[in-house]
């Protein structure tokens, strides 16, 4: 099943929808907010970045639906792609946040759950390009790295809740704050369901 040369278009779909959330981590994690209006231009971009990837979702849906043969099952294949798009519109409902709040301070923890969120797309990528080449087993490494880049946030995020009430006395930034690392340690767990279901593709048929 695996030894034809030719591209499965489902790993191709699995492909694009990575390299679609892996585009967006890269572009909210780059972003300089320097004002409110900056916020805007973000929320406005993550937003194209999350419908276009509702879109690919669609176009995944219905090649299923008109295939009768699928490279490995059908349900494996969706549940990966939804995976994905969950990552994608945690952090795009994260920066709505941010513009909700009129919040333009990002703090070191927010940065540090941003770069292993990063991190963890990009393993997400370069597995969904071994996967296209039908290469599963070299998958397992990528799976590995996110799984540990979600216990990092785990860790991240316990620090910044105990600094959070600490140090600040304004409760409105601790509700805001609070709402924020939430929102990013959540994302971090919608990484590691990419992985797990990973680990069950390579299980089932590596």
Known sequence: MFSSKKEDPF???LLKVAKNVNEAAHYADDFKITGVADLKELSVTLKKYETDGDSLIHELIQMLNKSFMTPIEREDILELAVRMDDILDGVEGCIAHFEMFSLTEVDDYMRDFLKYIVLSTDEIATAMEHLTNKKLINMREHAILIKDYERKCDE????????????????????????????LEEV?????????????????NA
Do not use: G, W
């Open 188 to 204: 971090a767990d919608y990484c590691q369901n990419v992985a797990n279901s990973m680990d069950t593709i390579i299980m089932r």
């Open 156 to 183: 991240v995020l316990r620090t910044s809740i105990k600094q959070l009430f600490l140090h600040e006395k304004d409760p409105i930034r601790i509700i805001q704050f609070k709402d924020i690392y939430e929102q």
């Open 11 to 13: 790993f191709t779909a």
